[in-house]
């Protein structure tokens, strides 16, 4: 059994299911997930089809690539970065889709115990070398992520997994799952790496954050706007993003909005809206190469931080931080994979991928409690 769903407004999901194919794909090789067999087939030879794809290509049956964070490596041109058993892209061409009403749920709750976590001293360690970094002139801002590794003494139905998240209120515009068997991905992303529309292609990058309690926001929303860290931040990404737009064709990318309000459960953060209209029909591979990773989940400038990303965190992103891609009929939209869990239903395990933003304006104390605010966020979805 394999299936996608997608929420698609707050009452209704689109839900796809009976791949005619889907694939995992590594640097020289890809896994057909239906047959349980490898096949050679190099990275090289799946971007040369992603190229093909045009915007505005008219898909009959929907297609769904998650791609992990490590294909960035590729896409920014650092394949050295990449070994042999990283997996790069999943691939998911379904033959019925259908649009379901919001699911009612048999599950009251989920218990997420908590197994491994990053420690303060760890944290620490990392941030006083990114600042150095910073000192040196060798970037401007860095995002700093870590695991947060949880379990359930449970075994739950993916279907019931499924349920439960998208009967709960407050989700991300972007919010899916996907279930490969033995692996679930649940994404309860707020935040677009792209969408395509009508010759316009839209992103929307996310940076600043605040905790709020109750109804009341828009106070501390107005301590957000007017933090000079935070705002700084923002603009940023935004200036980076404009110029990832910019790299698609003639450079007049417009910032739409600049400094929104986005409430999360017990968070509220600022993004910004950038768009560009399109005189030629671009393929996907060229928008990859020019937008992935996402600028908020890297930092600037972004090659530059991806290396020294690398170096520093001493572990795998995956799907954390990668991007879902959506293609249904003229439809393209790519999450960025915030928010992001994965799990493996044989072990009961749940990885799920935080941080934030660091500047020379950040303070490590402050940044450690943010990425534990963004866990808590996530958490109070099963409670």
């Known amino acids: 059994m394999i299936f996608s769903r997608f929420r698609l407004n707050s009452k209704q999901i689109l839900e796809l299911d009976s791949p005619t194919l889907a694939y995992i794909y590594y640097r020289d090789r890809r ?3 239906l047959t349980g067999f490898p096949e050679l087939y190099s990275i090289d030879q799946f971007c040369k089809n992603l190229e093909k794809i045009k915007l505005d290509t008219n898909f009959d049956s929907p297609r769904v690539y998650h791609f992990y964070y490590e294909f960035g490596f590729i896409a920014q041109g650092f394949s050295h970065l990449i070994d042999n058993e990283m997996p790069l892209v999943i691939e998911i061409e379904y033959r019925r889709q259908k649009k379901i009403k919001t699911p009612k749920s048999p ?3 989920i218990d997420l115990k908590s197994l491994e976590r990053p420690t303060w001293s760890e944290y620490k360690e990392s941030f006083h070398l990114i600042q150095e970094h910073l000192r040196a002139g060798n970037c401007y801002q860095l995002n700093l992520t870590y695991p947060f590794d949880f379990y359930t003494e449970e075994n739950f139905h993916p279907k019931d997994l499924s349920d439960y998240f998208f009967s709960q209120k407050n989700l991300g515009a972007y919010a899916h799952t996907t279930y490969l068997g033995q692996e679930m991905i649940l994404s309860n992303s707020p935040e677009c790496l792209f969408q395509y529309k009508k010759n316009e292609i839209f992103t929307m990058p996310i940076k600043g954050t605040k905790k709020y309690q109750g109804k009341n926001w828009k106070k501390i929303w107005n301590e957000l706007i007017n933090d000079p860290k935070e705002s700084g931040e923002l603009i940023m990404i935004t200036d980076l993003l404009k110029n990832d737009l910019n790299r698609l064709e003639k450079p007049r990318a417009e910032v739409i909005k600049l400094k929104a309000p986005l409430i999360a459960p017990g968070l509220i953060h600022q993004y910004s809206l950038i768009a560009l209209k399109l005189e030629s029909s671009l393929n996907l591979l060229k928008v990859m ?3 992935f ?10 090659k530059k931080v991806m290396e020294l ?7 795998q992103r995956r799907l954390y931080c990668g991007s879902t891609l959506l293609c249904r009929g003229k439809l393209k939209a790519a999450s960025i994979n915030i928010r992001t869990a994965q799990i493996d239903l ?10 934030g933003g660091i500047t020379l304006l950040s303070k490590a104390p402050q940044e450690f409690q943010e990425m534990e605010l963004k866990v808590e966020s996530f958490l109070a979805l099963f409670k």
């Open 31 to 33: 896994f057909n997930i």
């Open 107 to 109: 599950l009251d709750r």
């Open 289 to 291: 190469e020019s937008l």
């Open 293 to 302: 990773p996402g600028g908020s989940i890297t930092g600037a400038p972004k």
């Open 309 to 315: 990303t690398s170096s520093i965190e001493r572990y």
């Open 346 to 355: 044989d072990s009961r395990v749940w990885r799920y991928g935080a941080g």
